[in-house]
């Protein structure tokens, strides 16, 4: 109240009325804040960076993504204990057979039973036709370091066991940082997951993978106090991510979605 009546007496002093700027002065206005702004960057001490052609690829994919998709973010947080327990159980089983039982593994296989049951996630949109993908293709980013990343696909991930898929996941990774997958192994991928958990990063935004309606982040596992039916206990637990675009999906159905992960992943059997 004290500030409206302040401006008000102002006002009585000094009724002038404030400056109208024409837009093509506002435009000149802003454009010479943007250049100062970037003039005052490159004259900074700095060492020039090339872009190499991934990040520069990278680069334009992310921008035509955002530019492309509505982007629309929801959270869910998931009780790991049963999947610890399980991978606890059988990874000295699958390292025998020379298989790493990573936690995206997991991810995957309760990703395409989801996909299963909410096909319009596994879709893509071509001017005003939903195109409803009959296979089950999840991508999973790989980390390049500094250079970037790729996202080595596993096909028909709908009808491949926790094993099978382990094991794809070790040889497609292993080769990505080689540089040795091949053209047809980071293609046609319908579903992407990147797990940003393992940077120690607990959530994340992460960015549709074009031409894909979404895409899943998974945060890093860590052990926090909960309460259940008014019991406290110490369970793993994990934030996961759902990036969808709102042209083809509305809120209930990733939520949907994403509740039928976390019942996947709770109750694995």
Known sequence: ?????????????????????????????QLDEKQYDYESQITAKARGVKMTRMRQA???????????????????????TRVVAHR??????????????TFTAYFVMASAAALKDHPTVNSSLLEDTI?????????V?????????????????????????AAELNDLASRARQRELKLDEVREGTFTITNHGTSGSLMATPIINQPQCAILGVGAIQKRV????DDVAIRP?????????????????????????????????
């Open 131 to 139: 195109l409803l993908k009959e296979q089950i293709n999840v991508g």
């Open 1 to 29: 109240k004290q500030d409206v009546l302040k401006y008000i007496a102002q006002r009585k002093v000094d009724p002038s009325p404030p400056v109208q700027r024409t837009s093509s002065e506002s435009d000149r206005i």
């Open 237 to 269: 637990m994990v934030y996961l991510t759902l990036s969808f675009d709102h042209r083809i999906i509305d809120g209930y159905v990733a939520d949907e979605f994403l509740a039928k992960v976390k019942e996947v992943l709770e109750h694995w059997e």
């Open 141 to 165: 980013a790989v980390s390049l370091g500094q250079e970037g990343l790729l996202v080595p696909v596993i096909r028909d991930a709908g009808d491949k066991g926790l094993l099978v898929i």
């Open 226 to 229: 909960m309460v259940f039916d």
């Open 88 to 101: 606890e159980a059988h990874k000295s089983e699958s390292a025998r057979k020379d298989v790493n039982l």
């Open 58 to 80: 990278i680069a334009e994919h992310m921008v035509r993504s955002k530019n492309a998709s509505a982007h629309v973010t929801t959270v869910f947080e998931v009780d790991m």
